[in-house]
């Protein structure tokens, strides 16, 4: 199905230039499922705000089976005059967590508790109510009770576990002992500062505490940020990897292989999308709809656990209409530290060596580059890299031979989550970076053009 027939029969009418809002504030969520043919929020001018206070991701609305998208997400904000084949630019401001603790681990499946998958179609093992209504009694891992017949009903449990707190400034966490996690477990909804308008039951109440006394760094970035994909998807499965797990699945929002192609990769879980960064996200839907949530405080390259510290927190956006880049996925110019040491502008020094090289050898001139990260997602990383190329090619006019070379020496392919988001980060043109209408976003990241 095109992305024009999937949309005919819904209002591009997002308001005029004029009549946009310069800031739109947001502390509304989604039942967990990104619907393009809802009502969005705004719109919010090109060149406009977004200031939203998010839920934490993962664990919450993974124990809450009436949120049927795994994550709980932000309602989406349409931004004036953005098109299908646009796509939007977004400077992530400022990204401040609010959570005191969370608590996080690998999980396992609750069998019996789902309906083809646990993050999408939790249902009651005593009554078979699909996506029931629950509520919390004590604290632990059986707390999670269905509204309906009082059965245990959480579809996730924890085969290793932590429940970790945060220093005032927010700048490290510690790990905490048995006592101390269910001290934390009986006043969950405080110490995860869950905005007002949350639904999920705070992981918090669980009390995990298989790790003790165990330091981290913060250093918070947005597993979920992007624009709504063009067909009903739940917002956790919104990428190649998760939304694999769509395809042929036995609950309503199963889909064939070729809708895939609809989704905008908004849930990345790539550690550099966090404050200073500029990420550019596809349009799919008239208006955008631009989303977000599921705040990490910190996190390594591939989310290796499955999960990690999901947290609550405010977040101030600045968003940039570019007509007609028809991108398929998101691209990202992360901030300078966040690059792979070969993707990094060259120094002054390096240049004058450079230079030196070149003209011992006849080389005319030197190319002009700059650093750009193209996303891929696919069921695994080698289908993830091999989507990262082709888009990466495809953006930019090469053949993929001439991206995996660029990749290769002036770049890296970097692990955004197991089992299937990817950066495929390399210095590119900087002609056709400018041609695109990349150029000011380079030359603001990187002082280059």
């Known amino acids: 199905m095109a992305l024009k027939e999937a949309h005919d029969a819904q209002s591009t009418d997002f308001g005029s230039f004029e009549t946009a809002h310069e800031t739109v504030f947001v502390a509304q969520f989604v039942d967990g499922v990104l619907d393009p043919h809802k009502p969005m929020l705004g719109p919010v001018r090109d060149g406009g705000h977004i200031v939203a206070n998010t839920a934490p991701g993962c664990w919450g609305p993974m124990i809450t089976p009436e ?19 646009d796509a939007i630019a977004i400077r992530i401001k400022d990204i401040t967590v609010t959570s005191l603790a969370t608590a996080s681990g690998n999980d396992q499946w609750m069998e019996g508790r789902f309906l083809g998958d646990p993050y999408v179609a939790g249902k009651c093992p005593q009554c078979g109510t699909l996506y029931p209504e629950t509520r919390t009694e004590g604290i632990g891992q059986t707390a999670v009770r269905c509204v309906k017949c009082g059965a245990d009903a959480t579809p996730f449990t924890f ?16 790990t905490l002992p048995q006592a101390a996690a269910e001290q934390i477990a009986h006043q969950a909804k405080t110490f995860a500062a869950l905005p007002e308008k949350s639904i999920q039951n705070p992981i918090l109440t669980f009390a995990p505490h298989d790790l003790v006394g165990l330091v981290a760094r913060l250093r918070p970035f947005m597993g979920q940020l992007g624009t709504t994909p063009a067909i009903p998807m739940p917002d956790s499965h919104n990428a190649g990897d998760f939304g694999s797990f769509l395809i042929g699945a036995p609950h309503e929002y199963g889909i064939t292989a070729d809708q895939l192609e609809h989704r905008t990769d908004g849930h990345m879980d790539i550690d550099a999308v966090r404050a200073g960064a500029v990420l550019i996200c596809p349009v799919k839907t008239p208006g955008g709809g631009v989303y977000l949530g599921d705040m990490h405080a910190l996190q390594g390259d591939g989310e290796i656990a499955g999960h990690t510290c999901d947290v609550s927190g405010t977040v101030t956006l600045q968003v ?45 001139s030197l190319e002009e580059s700059a650093p750009i990260s193209v996303i891929g997602t696919g069921p695994d990383l080698n289908a993830a890299t091999d989507n990262g190329l082709a888009r990466a090619a495809e953006l930019l006019g090469m053949t993929v031979p001439e991206v995996k070379n660029r990749a290769t020496i002036t770049g890296a ?29 380079v030359h603001d990241m990187y002082g280059i053009g």
């Open 67 to 85: 949120i049927r998208g795994g994550h709980e997400v932000t309602h989406p904000v349409a931004v004036a005059g953005a098109e299908v084949g």
């Open 159 to 174: 085969t290793n576990g932590y429940t970790i707190a945060f220093d005032g400034n927010r700048s490290v966490g510690v």
């Open 413 to 441: 392919i970097e692990i955004g989550r197991h089992p299937g988001v990817v950066q495929v980060t390399f210095r590119a043109p900087l002609k056709r970076l400018a041609k695109l209408g990349l150029g000011q976003f």
């Open 320 to 364: 940039h209409l570019l007509k007609g880049l028809n991108l398929d996925g998101p691209i990202l110019f992360p901030v300078l530290e966040d690059l792979p040491f070969l993707a990094k502008p060259l120094s002054a020094e390096e240049r004058v060596r450079a230079e030196a090289v070149a003209g011992q050898w006849g080389v005319g």
